[in-house]
Antibody
Framework: QVQLQESGPGLVKPSQTLSLTCIVS??????????WSWIRQHPGKGLEWIGY???????YENSSLKSRLIISIDTSKNQFSLKLSSVTAADTAVYYC????????????WGQGALVTVSS | DIQMTQSPSSLSASVGDRVTITCRAS??????LNWYQQKPGKAPKLLIY???NLQSEVPSRFSGSGSGTDFTLTISSLQPEDCATYYC?????????FGQGTKLEIK
């Protein structure tokens, strides 16, 4: 059973960089056929796709965040990461990591979510 | 970006009712449409993929239909545990986008 777990600071100051890591267990992040995504949910709101990375390092980002976003992968540690720079209160959200199925184009496994609050 | 619009935004129904939620895409997306269920404090759970395919271990009372721009999620006989928010999501093109959600309550 594949499991994903987000980790990182729950509080980030405005203008700083939000950093989260997703540790994958129960399967190899290097196996083809999947892409590793970040999705966020503002408090009480809907879901926003942030971007994804393939095990080769290829990335696709939401253009609305691309200038501030870095998604990276560490296959040796079976984890992938998100860095979002110059954060504001509008970046306060629950951040989910999720596995995307490349063939069927759906998100089938999700982390439990990590609440990140941007506040001084 | 492809906009996804769900209706209604919320609804209340009784146990045993047939419930239908609709999702409309701002452009044709073939059958690249997924449905998720989210309960409070939990991550979304995949219910239906490619518009009409039931994900493994999801109860058969859930079904999906549609193609092009109009899609439907149906719960044939509502159960108490179906109280949740439901989201559609298009996987036709990036950025992947979700509907705003439909909050389903039990009367």
């Amino acid at each position: 059973q594949v499991q994903l777990q987000e980790s990182g600071p729950g509080l980030v100051k405005p203008s700083q960089t939000l950093s989260l890591t997703c540790i994958v267990s129960g399967g190899s992040i290097s196996s083809g056929g999947y892409y590793w995504s970040w999705i966020r949910q503002h408090p009480g709101k809907g879901l926003e796709w942030i971007g994804y990375i393939y095990y080769t390092g290829s990335t696709y980002e939401n253009s609305s965040l691309k200038s501030r976003l870095i998604i990276s992968i560490d296959t040796s540690k079976n984890q992938f990461s998100l860095k979002l720079s110059s954060v504001t209160a509008a970046d306060t959200a629950v951040y989910y990591c999720a596995r995307g199925d490349l063939a069927r184009d759906y998100f089938d496994y999700w982390g439990q979510g990590a609440l990140v609050t941007v506040s001084s | 970006d492809i906009q996804m619009t769900q209706s209604p935004s919320s609804l209340s129904a009784s146990v045993g009712d047939r419930v239908t939620i609709t999702c409309r895409a701002s452009q044709r997306i073939s059958s690249y449409l997924n449905w998720y269920q989210q309960k409070p404090g939990k991550a979304p759970k995949l219910l239906i993929y490619a518009a009409s395919n039931l994900q493994s271990e999801v109860p058969s009372r859930f079904s999906g239909s549609g193609s092009g721009t109009d899609f439907t999620l149906t719960i044939s006989s509502l159960q108490p545990e179906d109280c949740a928010t439901y989201y559609c999501q298009q996987s036709y093109s990036t950025p992947y986008t979700f509907g705003q959600g439909t909050k389903l309550e039990i009367k």
